[in-house]
């Protein structure tokens, strides 16, 4: 079902909180001069010491270009103080996951074009979260999500140069449950969208994976990515 009881979104709820303290602790990683590999296992250390033993998907770790790739398994490859690193990863908590992504830059700060990029991203994240309303769905947030990437694109030295479809090549949300890629329905019984009602849990995230534009922006992946359950009154964002 789409629609999840309090106590089916309350343990998605913890499994995000979870997943959420795995994530802070890594940002007082130095990931330079690591390899995605012991990134990986650093944060594997840090599920084991929690006590939990089920992930709700392999971890993705793509620092550098290997950011632009949308499910990176973790290598041996060096992190160096210039490159990005995207760490999307999920845990389950009584068989219920979550599903969180951060980009953040290895050696402390981003450079100039990683943190518009970055910026833009982050805005995009909060337009589909400011138009979240029970009158929306998957399909009109994600529009929303590639509307305001664009306008923001548009305003750079990569106007004219990108198609969004290649740079943008996800949907900005999908259903979190029992799965991390929940297998209900996205279009009703008359092939029309599902609209949003209390109780349903998805995620939100944007993220551009820039390439073969000839700009200073080559080589930038970015994305972030939260869970969100729609309550009565709004929405509640379950990762922190």
Same mark, same amino acid.
């Given at each position: 079902?789409?629609?999840?009881?309090?106590?089916?979104?309350?343990?998605?709820?913890?499994?995000?909180?979870?997943?959420?303290?795995?994530?802070?602790?890594?940002?007082?990683?130095?990931?330079? !001069?690591?390899?995605?590999?012991?990134?990986? &296992?650093? =944060?594997? #250390?840090? +599920?084991?010491?929690?006590?939990? %033993?089920? $992930?709700?998907?392999?971890?993705?770790?793509?620092?550098?270009?290997?950011?632009?790739?949308?499910?990176?398994?973790?290598?041996?490859?060096?992190?160096?103080?210039?490159?990005?690193?995207?760490?999307?990863?999920?845990?389950?908590?009584?068989?219920?996951?979550?599903?969180?992504?951060?980009?953040?830059?290895? !050696?402390?700060?981003?450079?100039?074009?990683? &943190?518009? =990029?970055? #910026?833009? +991203?982050?805005?995009?994240?909060? %337009?589909? $979260?400011?138009?979240?309303?029970?009158?929306?769905?998957?399909?009109?947030?994600?529009?929303?999500?590639?509307?305001?990437?664009?306008?923001?694109?548009?305003?750079?030295?990569?106007?004219?140069?990108?198609?969004?479809?290649?740079?943008?090549?996800?949907?900005?949300?999908?259903?979190?449950?029992?799965?991390?890629?929940?297998?209900?329905?996205?279009?009703?019984?008359?092939?029309?969208?599902?609209?949003?009602?209390?109780?349903?849990?998805?995620?939100?995230?944007?993220?551009?994976?820039?390439?073969?534009?000839?700009?200073?922006?080559?080589?930038?992946?970015?994305?972030?990515?939260?869970?969100?359950?729609?309550?009565?009154?709004?929405?509640?964002?379950?990762?922190?």
């Amino acid at each position: 079902m789409n629609i999840k009881s309090k106590e089916e979104v309350n343990k998605i709820r913890i499994a995000c909180q979870l997943i959420s303290k795995v994530h802070k602790q890594v940002l007082k990683l130095n990931f330079v !001069g690591q390899s995605e590999l012991q990134i990986k &296992k650093y =944060i594997m #250390d840090l +599920i084991t010491d929690m006590d939990i %033993d089920e $992930l709700a998907f392999p971890i993705i770790v793509g620092s550098g270009v290997r950011s632009l790739i949308l499910h990176a398994e973790p290598t041996e490859k060096i992190v160096c103080a210039n490159d990005l690193v995207l760490i999307d990863m999920g845990l389950k908590f009584e068989g219920y996951c979550s599903d969180m992504t951060r980009t953040w830059p290895a !050696g402390g700060t981003f450079s100039n074009e990683q &943190k518009i =990029i970055y #910026d833009i +991203i982050k805005k995009a994240q909060q %337009d589909v $979260l400011n138009s979240i309303s029970k009158n929306q769905s998957l399909f009109s947030l994600h529009e929303i999500a590639k509307n305001s990437l664009c306008r923001s694109l548009d305003l750079t030295d990569l106007k004219g140069r990108y198609d969004i479809q290649k740079i943008y090549p996800h949907k900005t949300s999908h259903w979190i449950g029992l799965d991390v890629h929940d297998g209900n329905v996205y279009i009703d019984e008359k092939n029309q969208p599902i609209l949003l009602q209390s109780g349903m849990c998805f995620t939100v995230e944007p993220g551009l994976y820039i390439q073969n534009t000839d700009t200073k922006f080559d080589g930038i992946g970015i994305r972030i990515e939260d869970v969100v359950v729609i309550t009565e009154s709004g929405f509640e964002i379950l990762t922190a």
